[in-house]
């Protein structure tokens, strides 16, 4: 019996005193209940010689061997399924265990999920929006977890640092002087809410409109409302902030609802104009221009006498066309950003985030530099800035050149064609 | 290889019809299609491969099997500098995608030889140690052996392993994948003992195990029991087609026709479309009943494949062929051929179907195409209501027109002419035929420019009736509108396929009869020289579906060896016909 020894010297050092009890029943394939019994006693010691050197495993050794797991694993099972069977025709209980099935097969779903998101589940229809979901759902859990271990650590550090400063305190122990209280977050709030006043009686406007609630998924809408906020917060912080007016924002339209719900009570507090009329209604038509990236026209200077509007409208359902055919709708000026004119455009469509126009636009207000406020744009969208101006004059000095002197004319000619 | 170069470039962009052969030089090395059979090898053509050339080709097979989806995009670009089909092209592919090189097996890369017995447990164990991976070792090494195909003893040693160091317990995955060796070497008892273990310990499985249980228990006796994970599975999700079909399979391998109708009555039912292979089955259980409602349902599917304008392959074109034939005291006559280019088939002489539509199913496209594709619940999208009255009362005012050109694709098709002076000659070139022509375009047309000259655009507005959109505005929608509203006779000119217009309707069945009028009545310019005659690509006359006459079928079927484009057709016919 060489490979039944060896295999019993094998198991010996996973669970060394039951291992030589323990194999001979599994080989034994007749003796299953018997052996369920024992496996969930978790072996008793009582029948060690029941089957030693079994004369029915002598014909096939090799082959019994490597059938022993089948014994076990339906034996072993019986217990359990008898107990979870109870709930055998819910759907719900089905679609969790299903996703518990998959947790085992190493897919990516969520290993909690809450009886909201298991309904939103149930309610996808198509076996692709399941998954993307629950993909959804996992990415989230692994980003909460992360930051929770993140939490605790910090945690144990501060700890750390406040049992060291104990010790130190005491021996030090001096008063000093300071000149101010330490308040700098109250005061810097205060300071951006006196700014914020100012630009609400004399600041410049700019527009979001709010009009797109019916084109967008609750996702994007979602995201257009995040947006919105980071944008916010750019302007408040800034300078010489905008004097923001949401347009088009029906009450108790989703993005309202989102919107007081991010907010919270600080909602009605903010300094900006919220209103459920259009722009056309508060400002002559003639001064505004919408911001949209399909617009033929492209802006060249950030005009002070204008009013810009942005539409608050994150599209993921490729719908081209939308802002323009409302601007074009109300016979408004449009214009997109020179964004070919100076980068070198790779990849990522040319629609930018809220909170980028709003970034882009305060530092055109501030310093009139493309360059400058063209470093919002993502890095990841374009290898690298277009050098114009020097293009236009290395172009034009070629022009003089070829003038003067006839010789070079031919190869810069050449030359110029190749920079075109 | 420059002359053949353009021609391919421009020629994939039409749907190919095996009748205009011979009507430019390039097509006759085209003549068996630059396409190939979606499971099959992408870039191959058969007639054209010289006998010295197959080794490359096989050898391009082998390569594009694995990988094909990655290298797709690389494989176009190597394709459109060189001649698809020249000698030592395949090599030259192989060498210009360095990443399509066959992949490293996942042994070497591990430097792992991979078990071909099976291992007692201090050989597994020695072999974990060696093993330096990221992942878990016993999921790795059993994806390793699904990959290779190992023998189930080798898995079924790894399994006996893994479950003697945990309790018993072999964990799900590793069961699963134990599952797919056993089907593969279809090990009906393994398949069956591996069952009994999921039944016992999993109340619920996902979609993988049970379709490869569905799989692996129709070849076993208990195959009905796979009728009942089938249930299990609409539990929670909508089967797949695959699942239907090892079911079907099952039913026929078990001689139970009626539960095989039953299901694919079911399977229609969730809307999904059958795979071909399912069809194909019941056509070759078919030959060995001799029953009138069997034939009946079997010409039923032949019908569910021309209402869904689904070609069969080629294998099931045999399949057809042989019941039809098979069909006792009817004398069918089954052969493969190629239609004319009027429209005949070449082995009985019968005239196909037109490809024109019913005046019934041209009022339907025509109010389609205004409220989707022109209109689409916003007319600011595409033009202005201004521009579109305009237009419509234009195109009221004028007659109807014989042809309606894209001026702007027309003009762009060659970057190096001047657009005005090839629109020009093109418009002479049909307007010398007395026919009546608009020429669409957008007003930046009219200012004068260096790529625009006004007295050739003037010319141009003096042979044809002309109206410019808005720069802003699309002009496609203006082009389908003012050919549908001139009627059956008329006909576009443009290179475009228009599939993003396709996509603006609502259903595949408007989308189907948008395509079928499109096939009868875009015009395409061929020529490839802006100097050269201008000659057109030859319009289909016929519609290529299945069709009957009662007494005759005509089955257009997918050729092995070509892959066909969803814009394409098929241009082999299974012509079957009934001896009187």
Known sequence: MPVLLKMSVSLTFLRRPFARFFMPFTLQRKRRD??????????????????????ENTSSPDELQLDAWKTTMKSSVQGVSTVSSSTDEDPVAATKELIEVWRLLGKEVPEHISEEDLRVIMENTSKTSKKKYLKYLYTKEKLRKAKQVKKEMKAAAREEAKKDQLLETPEEGTQ????????????????????????????????????????????????????????????????????LYFCNLKTDSNSHTELVKRYKEKWDKLLLTTTDKSYVDL???????????????????????????????????MQPGTSLANAKRLKLATECLPLDKYLQWETGTKNLTLDQMMRILLCLKNTGSWEEALKFVPRRKHTGYLDISQHSEAFSKHLKNSKTNNVFSKALSVRTKKLA | MAFCLSGFRSFPKLWKNNLSLGSGPANSLFCAGHCAFRSQQRWLCLTTVSPQNTNATNLLIAKTRYGRKKDEGNNKQAASDSHLFAAGAAKKRSQMNPSNKDPIPPSQRNSMQLPTKPLTSEEWEKLKEDYKGRANFETWISAQLTHQRSSVNVAKSLLAWAAAKNNGIVSYDLLVKYLYLCIFHEQTSEIIDVYEIMKARYKILEQGGYTLLIRGLILADRWREALLLLEDVKKVMVPSKKNYDDCIRGAF?????????????????????????????????GKDIKDDQYANKLQDILLYLRNNQCYPGESFAHSIKTWFESIPGEQWKGQFTTIQKSGQCLSCGKMLESIYLTPEEYEFLKENIM?????????????????????QNFVKNCAPFDIVIDGLNVAKMFPRARESQFLLDVV?????????????????????????????????????????????????????????????????????????????????????????????????????????????????????????????????????????????????????????
């Open chain 2, 253 to 285: 391998l078990h001689q139970d026709v009626n539960t095989a109708w039953k299901l694919y009555q079911e399977l229609l039912g969730y809307n999904l479309i059958p795979m071909l292979e399912t069809l194909k089955a019941f056509f070759d259980f």
């Open chain 2, 371 to 391: 409220r989707n594709v022109i209109d689409g619940g916003d007319q600011y999208k595409k033009t202005t209501p201004k521009e579109l009255t305009r237009f």
């Open chain 1, 283 to 317: 400002f002559p038509k003639g001064n505004i221009i919408y911001l949209t990236a399909d617009s033929p026209n492209v802006m060249t200077t950030f005009k002070h006498d204008k009013i810009y509007i942005i539409g608050s409208f994150v599209d993921k359902n």
């Open chain 1, 34 to 55: 018997l052996h369920s019994i024992i496996l969930q006693r978790s072996m008793s010691y009582k029948t060690p010689a029941v089957s030693y050197p079994n004369k």
């Open chain 2, 428 to 580: 002479t070139h049909l307007a010398n035929q007395n026919l009546r022509l608009l020429v669409l375009g957008r007003k930046h047309m009219l200012t004068p420019g260096s790529r625009w000259k006004k007295d050739e655009m003037e010319k141009v507005q003096r042979q044809a009736s002309c109206f410019f959109a808005d720069n802003i505005s699309k002009d496609d929608p203006f082009l389908l509108y003012a050919t549908l509203h001139s009627g059956n006779h008329c006909k576009f000119i443009t290179k475009d396929l228009m599939r993003d217009h396709k996509a603006c309707l609502p259903d595949a069945k408007t989308q189907r009869l948008f395509f079928k009028w499109q096939q009868g009545h875009q015009l395409a310019i061929i020529s490839r020289f802006p100097g050269s005659k201008i000659t057109f690509q030859h319009v289909l006359r016929y519609d290529t579906v299945v069709q009957t006459t009662g007494d005759s079928w005509h089955i257009p079927y997918d050729e092995d060896q070509v892959e066909r484009y969803s814009y394409e057709v098929p241009n082999k016919w299974l012509c079957l016909h009934r001896k009187t």
């Open chain 1, 176 to 243: 000093r002087n300071f000149l101010f209280l330490r308040l700098w977050d109250r005061s810097m709030s205060s300071a951006v809410g006196w700014k914020g006043a100012q630009a609400m009686q004399f600041g410049q406007p700019l527009v979001f409109d709010m009009a797109y609630d019916s084109h967008m998924k609750p996702k994007e809408l979602q995201n257009s409302v995040s947006q919105l906020l980071e944008s916010e917060g750019c302007n408040r912080r800034d300078v010489d902030p905008f004097h």
